[in-house]
Nanobody, 117 residues
Framework: EQYVESGGGLVQPGGSLRLSCVAS????????MAWYLRGPGNQREVVAA???????VYADSVKGRFTISRDNAKNTVYLQMDNLRPEDTATYYC????????????WGPGAQVTVSS
C-alpha cells in the first residue's frame, strides 16, 4: 500500500491546480478514495471523497470549487481545484475514505498547495 501525490504548487488567488494521487493497492477500483487535510496524531479532515460507484462528497468549504475524480485503469485519483483562496493553502493527502474511528497508518508525502499573491 503506497500513495504518491503530485501537482501542488504556488498559485495566485482565483487560480487553479490539479492534484494527482497514484495509489499502489490491488483493490483500488473497489474502495472509496479521499483527499484529506491532516492534523496532529490521527486527526484528518475530508476535503473530497469518491466512492467506487463514482458518487462524490465534498467539504462545505470547497463545494462548487473542487472536483474529485478517479481513473481506475491508472489507480489514480484527482482533485481539480478551481477559484483557489488563500485559506486553501495546505498540504493535501490522499488515502482510502474511512470513518474517523479507523486509523490510517500509511500516508504519502502529500502535495503542498500555496495560494498567495
Amino acid at each position: 500500500e503506497q500513495y504518491v501525490e503530485s501537482g501542488g504548487g504556488l498559485v495566485q488567488p482565483g487560480g487553479s491546480l490539479r492534484l494527482s494521487c497514484v495509489a499502489s493497492r490491488s483493490d483500488f477500483s473497489l474502495v472509496a478514495m479521499a483527499w484529506y487535510l491532516r492534523g496532529p496524531g490521527n486527526q484528518r479532515e475530508v476535503v473530497a471523497a469518491i466512492k467506487n460507484n463514482y458518487n462524490t462528497v465534498y467539504a462545505d468549504s470547497v463545494k462548487g470549487r473542487f472536483t474529485i475524480s478517479r481513473d481506475n485503469a491508472k489507480n489514480t485519483v484527482y482533485l481539480q481545484m478551481d477559484n483557489l483562496r488563500p485559506e486553501d493553502t495546505a498540504t493535501y493527502y490522499c488515502n482510502v475514505h474511512a470513518l474517523p474511528s479507523v486509523s490510517l497508518t500509511t500516508w504519502g508525502p502529500g502535495a503542498q498547495v500555496t495560494v498567495s499573491s
